[in-house]
């Protein structure tokens, strides 16, 4: 496809917040060129929420970001009615779930990855997948990307938007300090404690209380869904606590959840085991001892399957960016959204609500 030498927007990343970036400074009246390294635009969104896509919550809050007080800045207070406003002019129809999560009707994430592609192809902006950014230059007010695709190419543009989970060299480059990416909101590799075995689990779910641990002071604490894997463990509970677990922690899981030990026990008494409570195949491997399954510690390897971790954390530190515009204080034209910058929240929509809103911040201001 041709793409454009020159434009007003340059956008790096055609993720969900590239691309609510390239519809805001289109339908905004500008021209719009989207870079993204990936054979097609939006390819990440097919992967959120096991493939249902997660793409917001009804319930947003602040506490729920390593940033609460930049994501508020950016946000405001019609942070979630903005996200579902956007959607709406989509032509997206959408449900809500437990927790307040928010999912397309169809509960297919291909339904809101061809809205937002739909969108973005009527608002005139270009999308150039398979072009992967090599250089970005600074010449008075004017930027200038060059890309390597079908072969090299370069965007000259008067305003730019990084939009991109990772470039550690571009970003540099720029002279911007940034935190190093790291995936986030994946399964965690630990070792069962004696006894068990995480092979006889593999598969078994529980919704558990999972306690962080650090040096036996609680750290974090997720209330949901664990799922059992034969490196360690895995389910949303797990997912939040990644974003603040180490090698060498300990997580707690109470796979009760909190149900009153003398009750517990009388159950445990008429059914002549802990079946009643729990799973019987994790019953079974715990010896029907309630014990273990209110304090079942599991000790922290690290992170497991990094390459399917929902988040990239890390990025651009936001306190050089101006929370009205996302414009970089010190470099004018240049915006960042999305994973570019280090935010990032817990499982349930936050994640990619941060990237739809912080997307259209920046796009509008860019266009501008």
Known sequence: MHVPERCDVCVIGGGASGLAAAIAAAEDGAS???????PECGRTILATGN?????SNAQLAWERYNDPGFVEAVCGPGFGQDVLAFFEECGLAWAE?????????????????????SRAGRSGATLAPAREVTGIERDEKIWRVTYDGAGPGSVTSRSMVLA?????ELIHALGLASSPFEPVLCSLACEAPEGVSLDALDGRRAHATARLLRDSTEVACETGEVL???YGLSGIAVFDLSRSARPGDVIALDLTCGIDEARAMKLIERAGSCA????PVIAGELKDSLEAARDLRFVVSGPAEPQRAQVTRGGLATGQFNPATLEARELPGLFACGEALDIDGACGGFNLAWAWKSGLVAGQAAAL
Do not use: H, K, T
């Open 32 to 38: 719009v060129v989207v870079l993204e390294r990936a």
């Open 51 to 55: 493939g249902r896509c997660n793409f």
């Open 97 to 117: 779930e437990e927790g307040g999560r928010l999912y397309p009707l169809s509960r297919q994430a291909a339904s809101v990855r061809e809205a937002v592609l």
């Open 164 to 168: 991109m989970g990772g470039g550690e």
């Open 228 to 230: 059992f894997r034969p």
């Open 276 to 279: 009643g409570i729990l799973d």
